[in-house]
């Protein structure tokens, strides 16, 4: 692809993985066909992440799952629906050139044991383990709320592969910054901040619920200043690559993250209102920034904003 | 950023029409509905029950739109179910629209059950622009044909024609929609097909089309979480049947693997059509 | 005031205290102020929650203290600054009928124990307790999230006076229902929720944090779906009346934190657009509301969405 | 909800107008504040020091502006230490406007140090509509005189006239704005009188026109954080300063209790002027 020596000027490093520029797909967008993980990559994007791929196949909860509220704010409770360790992974089998980060739900070491051992021979670039999905019990959040659960299972997946591991993390009842230490302790190489922040919608109308599961994520804009303090916490207290999500719509949003000190950024609920198409955009102003601003290579911003 | 009608309304069923023992159009008053494109969608909110994607259904009343439900599983059952004076949410309109070329007269429209409802937006819009068109309203039997008077009505004066076939012969012309487009573009020339109903029906009707040369747009169903480009549940190939459809054309569809061939569950899962 | 026999539809209570109607103001906004005060109440607001105050005068940060972020939502790091005990008592001392509720904020015991029995003279409605300030240490979240300072705090505020106190949460790392019941059992009447969430924001221009002190709280809009959570989970769990905050700007935001469980809201951020009014106008709205839909009284919506 | 003036705009210093040894012109690029109305003001951002309230300054320039700043404490004096080509954030323009009626012939201008930055806006405006103005400058000495130049620039052509007075006599009239303004209103009729500057001078400045049952029109200022009506801390007697001033008139500066004789701190605490 010629795109990459073009945009050579935005490469970036996470741990072992190099990224031809910093946008990622967030978790759970458009995230379960090798298809489409080709046509993103056409547009340009750095990298895949996977929806969150359990053992075995789940329904998710019933719709509604997904709500937009508006000003690009989103909430959702899918419900982790995903086909499972075993359709997914003869769905990427066919995977040659698309850097793809396989995301791993579960509720214990066994668990992710059993998912990476079959992950592993495939083209990927390394897992992103979910441990802060705010919805679903037993899994997500509820694990990431539990210091020795995350330990335990950052440990287990870390003993099954020489891949990077990034954990995500998310705004729960532990720190972000402590959670985020406990897993790189455990053996992990980075940190994807943040996941949806536990949060309801309901109509005024019928005065019920909107969301089947009631209660879900809050996703888009609205998180983008939540998004970025957890970036600035973690990269100031610990020496890893930092992942940021959360709001990013634009190339300042990306620029912001980078400055606030993330390495790369994934993007996710701005694809309900400008497509896959987003990716490419963006990273052509981000073409036009490095340019403009006579950056050599954009990971020289990452972090800047410490100094102040 | 999400506009409009990503807004959720909450309106009322003003009123209901049995169509067949198992197929009802649900009244209601929304504007944006009013306006929808041929081929566009509503994600239709059934108070803690489900929320799924239906066609808009042409309503004559300004301001008016309606839904035509097939009585199926929990969610349309709920809403098939429903009674005047109900509640229920709308958001959208969403996705694509058939496109109507200027320079088309003359089009062939291939209905398959509830796929008619997008078809017959076309049908009135291609009305009052005096394109003629052909429909053909296909179902297994008798009982279950519906749509014959407003389809009617939207053509009347129009030169336009109508022609129902059932599988069993017990109504209209015995045979399938994909054998009596077989004959009709055989003895006429249409500018463009169109079609909606069972993926297998359209699959035909993109064939034969292709042989014929003809230009063909089908609008797609798949499952549909989001109805809006984020959840990746209607994924067809590389397409979102949600953002970059429902209608896509033949040079599009000929190029899908899975059109046809095989659909995503619940759970993302492939599944093969039988 | 005949505004009150015309809103006798409109009226709530709570634990002792009876308002007019539901709307409140947010501590923090335009909280320091006796005239401003008996103009609010002229704009038929139900109550107001004074800016929370310190045994000692504080200056607050530096400006910028308030960003406006777009779309309703706002980032702020005051620095709790207040004028103090002393001067705050004289400025309430000529109080008659002005329903008010006292902000208190401190980092002991004894801190507050000094203001309570000052302000317990004055014509006051009861406290609030801030223990959720996300942006200044040793005061507000660093006491919120220390269990057992909360506990001790509000049992000493109750042992010093008879009015009813309100322990205002917000999202920090204990989960705000377990939060809320310590509040509760040691002797708090009621919870408000939610204060703002730290967040940041970064210039992308110039590379700097905006803030004086880096990181702040977001509050307006973008944090209305978490505060309806928050109130939906308190009221689901904890028999006592819940204050909701956090986005309100219209009186389908006051109906909807009312089904989620609150039975009063306090409004705040909306102030930034639509000035004082925005009392008058919620309230008006809300009367068309209960006569359109002919509820007796407001207060039998609240809580319904629990019934679904 | 929050519009465009709410958003921060990142501006380069173009050029630096030095107008006494301790007041300083910054002229930059921003259509908003090009188009600030009389008595509007930015809240001015130097990045990592402070945010501080600055009225909107007049510049001849199509789509520029300016503020003009008093060296006083941290902000302020960052802000004058800046070099062309330095950074500013601005927000805003907030607040009302000085109001001139359709009827005025003839204003009277009060103005002293900074405060004149809203009155030249003012001026500027009267001028085109053909409004004569006469404005009243003051300073203590001679070296703190300014804007002088501007003034005569704005007003040239127009049959207005400037007043210059110092209280020590070292340039243009002996005596303060008060003295000059007495006589004035006593040998000429105004239709209005507008003010701005230190709020002795305005509360003098309201007292006289209220003797002389002279509509009054002043532009106030008060200890500022979000400038947008949320904080508080800029509030005199039941009005926020930021949202229902900068301006005030007669009628409601008559009623206030705090006008000309108490503001609040940082901290909000009340302080009495001397
Ligand atoms: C763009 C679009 C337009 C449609 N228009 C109409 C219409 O006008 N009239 C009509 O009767 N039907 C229409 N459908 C189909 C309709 O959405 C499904 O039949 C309906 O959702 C079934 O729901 P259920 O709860 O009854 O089924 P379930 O019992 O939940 O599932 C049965 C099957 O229904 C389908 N289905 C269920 N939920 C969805 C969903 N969220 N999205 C897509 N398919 C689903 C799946 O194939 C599923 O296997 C349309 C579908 C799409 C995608
Ligand atoms: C609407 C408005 C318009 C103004 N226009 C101008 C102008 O055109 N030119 C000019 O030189 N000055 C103007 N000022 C005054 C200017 O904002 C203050 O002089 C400046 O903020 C001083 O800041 P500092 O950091 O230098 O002072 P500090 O050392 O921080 O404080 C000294 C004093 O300055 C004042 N001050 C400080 N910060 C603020 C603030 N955020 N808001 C209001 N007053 C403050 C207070 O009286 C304070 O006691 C205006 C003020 C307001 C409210
Ligand atoms: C519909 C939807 C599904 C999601 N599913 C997952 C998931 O499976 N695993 C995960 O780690 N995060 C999931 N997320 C969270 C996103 O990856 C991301 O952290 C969050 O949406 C914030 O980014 P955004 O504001 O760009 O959307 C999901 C988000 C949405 C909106
Ligand atoms: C400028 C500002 C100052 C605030 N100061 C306080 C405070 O002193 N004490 C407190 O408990 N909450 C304070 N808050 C939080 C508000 O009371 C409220 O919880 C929050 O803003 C959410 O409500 P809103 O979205 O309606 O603004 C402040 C908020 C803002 C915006
Ligand atoms: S339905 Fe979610 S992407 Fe199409
Ligand atoms: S400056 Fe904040 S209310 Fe006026």
């Known amino acids: 692809m010629s795109i990459d020596d073009k945009n050579y000027n935005l490469s970036v490093e996470l741990d072992k993985i190099h990224l031809r520029n910093p946008t990622m797909l967030a978790s759970g967008i458009l995230g379960i066909s090798q298809s489409i993980f080709e046509r993103l990559y056409n547009e340009n994007i750095g990298a895949v992440v996977t929806k969150s791929i359990s053992v075995d196949p789940m329904k998710g909860y019933p719709n509604p799952t997904v709500i937009p509220l508006g000003c690009g704010s989103y909430l959702n409770a899918v419900g982790l629906s995903n086909p499972g360790l075993h359709a997914f992974s003869k769905e990427l089998s066919q995977n040659k050139n698309i850097p793809i980060i396989i995301s791993l739900v579960g509720s214990s070491e066994k668990e992710f044991s059993k998912m990476v051992k079959v992950f592993d021979s495939l083209n990927i670039l390394g897992y992103e383990i979910n441990l802060s999905c705010p919805h679903v019990s037993k899994m997500g959040m509820e694990v990431g709320d539990d210091p020795e659960a995350v330990s335990k299972i950052v440990s287990t997946v870390r003993m099954n592969t020489n891949k990077p591991i990034s954990v995500k993390v998310g705004v729960g009842s532990v720190d972000v910054v402590e959670l985020s230490r406990i897993a790189i302790d455990a053996g992990a190489n980075m940190i994807t901040a943040i996941n949806t922040l536990r949060a309801m919608s309901i109509d005024v109308e019928t005065m019920m619920p909107i969301l089947s599961n009631r209660i879900g994520g809050l996703s888009g804009s609205a998180i983008k200043p939540i998004g970025i303090r957890c970036v600035y916490e973690i990269s100031k207290k610990l020496q890893v690559p930092v992942i940021g999500c959360g709001g990013v719509s634009s190339w300042q949003d990306v620029i912001e993250y980078m400055i606030a000190g993330a390495s790369a950024v994934q993007i996710g609920s701005v694809l309900g209102s400008r497509g896959p198409r987003i990716f490419n955009k963006i990273t052509q102003d981000l073409k036009k920034y490095v340019e403009k601003k006579r950056v050599a290579n954009i990971s020289e911003i990452i972090g800047i904003a410490h100094r102040y | ?274």
């Not at chain 2, 088309?104 to 078809?119: A, F, H, N, Q, S």
């Open chain 2, 1 to 274: 950023m999400p506009t409009d009608i990503d807004k959720r309304r909450i309106v009322q069923i003003e009123e209901i029409i049995s169509e067949t023992p198992t197929v009802k159009t649900l009244v209601f008053k929304d504007r944006l509905s009013y306006f929808a494109k041929p081929g566009q969608f509503l994600m239709i909110w059934i108070p803690r029950i489900e929320e799924i994607p239906m066609s808009v259904m042409i309503n004559s009343k300004e301001g008016y739109a309606a839904v035509t439900i097939r009585k199926f599983g929990v969610g349309s059952t709920a809403l098939f179910d429903r009674k005047k004076g109900d509640l229920i949410g709308l958001r959208g309109p969403y996705g694509n629209r058939f496109i109507l070329r200027k320079k088309y007269r003359k089009i062939l429209i291939i209905g398959g059950g509830t796929g008619l409802v997008p078809l017959l937006r076309l049908v009135s819009f291609a009305s009052k622009v005096k394109v003629r068109s052909t429909i053909v309203i296909g179902a297994k039997t008798k009982a279950e044909v519906f749509f014959e008077k407003v389809t009617r009505n939207i053509i009347r004066g129009n030169n336009s024609s109508l022609l129902v076939c059932t599988d069993d012969g017990s109504y209209g012309i015995k045979g399938t929609t994909v054998t009596l487009m077989g004959k009709l573009v055989r003895d006429e020339s249409f500018d463009c097909v169109y079609t909606c109903g069972p993926e297998l029906m359209m699959k035909a009707v993109l064939d034969i089309s292709n042989q014929n040369s003809i230009p063909v747009q089908a609008s797609l169903e798949r499952y549909m979480k989001c109805g809006i480009g984020i959840c990746g549940s209607c994924c067809l190939d590389s397409s979102l049947v949600c953002q970059d459809g429902t209608v896509f054309d033949g040079r599009q569809l000929s190029k899908m693997l899975d059109f046809g061939f095989s659909y995503r569950d619940k759970d993302g899962q492939k599944i093969h059509y039988k």
